[in-house]
């Protein structure tokens, strides 16, 4: 049996690679999406004491800190019973709202986009952002720069940090922002507004409008019609920092809603002993391996996820596009809401739709007058054993769950990462795409294998964060070479 690896893999947060394996018609008969780095949090926080957890998780990487001390926050809010004033929970939301604005914008213009703006042909040297500012000019490429400029700053500004945060605190926020503050915010988010318009119009201009991309989108090579998770609030519209977790079938039926502190009775988690990666499914349907349909319990949880388990969206020009994606993508409504749409890469599309609503909401809260109020704290009472945080972080539903003793004292630690969500679908996607690009007859060319790989980019994977399974003697593989770099032996562990 041929084996063609793709390692490392590109365009993504963390390391990974995709093994191939032809049978001898030369067709794809597996396909493996591994996962070989571990970062082991969920062992070595066991024994810390839990109001350290913020600051120690949002080290877990570089891309999406906000995130996990966002969960890492709720969940000491939840373990020392401390629920934060009104004004705590908006300046949260509205530092989280800037995170959404910069992580979106980078992941569409350094990440995802250059397999549309440049083409999935194009050759790899050109196919990165440098390549996205040369051909869209270098006014576009200011433009996100600037973005993710101003946005840090709101980070800063919020959160005491432009990386790794430190505001947060079990029962509320550590510092008030002024009234000046709060009017430089108002200015940026709405230059965020204006951005994420103007790159909803380049999506339309570059991608809606070719048809070869609209056909690329709608293909069955890109299609899997699984459950769908994201949090909801109570009008079941998207949102980001808190509501409830709502899980859609395939056919767009809820299946299941609950509070992020009973996750554990509706997600299970599977190992395999060749990854570092959980693979989460639904516990009442069951896992039935790397399979979609109703039948099975493997869920997405990302931007397309999140409006497809949404009634609508909470902000009116968001709104709008909402509603333009499902009329574009053909998706009918039933009881007054709208069907799944399935394309995995309409999860572009999807994300660039969030990154106007976030905009927007960041726009709201800063216009809030509470926004300013300096009660900012309910000061934390006795540990009561277990607190669970729950926060949309761009790449998925993100959960941390602690238990501590009556000092404190970290006793157990669980965490189910964004990515970690998408790690069965991934797994699926990469298989179905090489499935169908490579067949017998046909000469491998590089081209093909980054159209394999935009089957998980649009997921836009943060392995860093999301590599917490321990499945015993870590692999290793020590090749010696000659003076001329020739492998002259191999010695292999695990």
């Known amino acids: 049996m041929n084996r063609i690896s793709i390692d490392p893999i590109t365009r993504l947060e963390g390391h990974g690679k995709i093994d191939i394996f032809l049978n001898e018609e030369g067709d794809v008969a597996n396909a493996y999406f591994q996962v070989p780095e571990l970062r082991g949090f969920e062992r070595f926080c066991v024994g810390r004491q839990a109001e350290e957890m913020p600051v120690i998780t949002n080290r877990i990487c570089g891309v999406c800190p906000e995130a996990h ?67 869209v000019g270098l006014d576009i490429g200011r433009q996100v720069i600037e973005c993710r400029a101003r946005n840090h700053h709101v980070i800063k500004t919020v959160g005491g940090r432009s990386i790794h945060p430190v505001a947060g605190l079990p ?33 339309e201009d570059l991608v809606l409008k070719n048809q070869a991309y609209v056909d690329l989108i709608t293909a069955d090579t890109y299609t899997h019609k699984t459950y769908y998770m994201g949090l909801v609030d109570g009008q079941n519209r ?28 509706h997600i299970a988690e599977r190992v395999e002993p060749w990854t570092y990666l959980k693979y989460p499914y639904l516990k009442d349907v069951g896992w039935k391996g790397f399979v979609d349909g109703p039948e099975s319990g493997v869920y997405a949880a990302s931007p397309l996820s999140r409006l497809n388990v949404s009634d609508c969206m909470a902000t009116p020009r968001a709104q709008e596009q909402y509603e333009l994606f499902y009329e574009t993508l053909g998706s009918g409504k039933v009881n007054g809401r709208y069907k799944p749409v399935h394309y995995r890469l309409a999860t572009h599309w999807a994300r660039l739709v969030e990154l106007l609503y976030a905009a927007e909401r960041m726009l709201e809260l800063a216009n809030d007058p509470e926004i300013t109020s300096p009660d900012l704290r309910t000061v934390p009472g006795a540990v009561i054993g277990c607190g669970i945080g729950c926060v949309e972080a761009p790449r998925g539903t993100l959960t941390h769950h602690y238990e501590a003793d009556e000092r404190g004292v970290l006793t157990r630690v669980n965490m189910i990462v964004g990515t970690t969500n998408n790690y069965a679908p991934m797994t ?47 692999p290793l593989s020590v090749n010696i070479r000659d003076l001329s770099g020739e492998i002259i032996r191999t010695v292999s562990r695990g």
């Open 69 to 135: 001390h966002m969960a890492a926050t709720k969940a000491l809010d939840a373990l020392f019973a401390a629920d934060p004033p009104p004004a705590a929970k908006k300046l949260r939301e509205l530092f989280y709202s800037a995170f959404y604005v910069t992580d979106h914008t980078t992941h569409f213009y350094a990440l995802g986009g250059p397999d549309f703006i440049m083409g999935p042909d194009a050759p790899p040297g050109e196919r990165n952002i440098l390549g996205v500012i040369r051909k």
């Open 171 to 203: 029962g509320g926020w550590s510092r008030p922002i002024t009234e000046s503050e709060r009017d430089e915010i108002v200015g940026i988010a709405q230059k965020n507004i204006d951005f994420a318009l103007f790159t909803l119009q380049v999506f």
């Open 238 to 265: 998207v949102n980001f920092y808190d509501g409830t977790v709502r899980v859609v079938g395939p056919d767009g039926d809820e299946r299941v809603r609950y509070p992020a502190k009973d996750y554990a009775s």
């Open 428 to 474: 699926m996607s990469i298989k179905k795409a090489a499935q169908q690009i490579i067949t017998k007859g046909k000469v491998v060319e590089e081209g093909m294998l980054n159209r394999i790989e935009m089957a998980f980019r649009l997921y836009d994977p943060c392995l860093s964060c999301a590599t917490h399974a321990a499945v015993g003697r870590m």
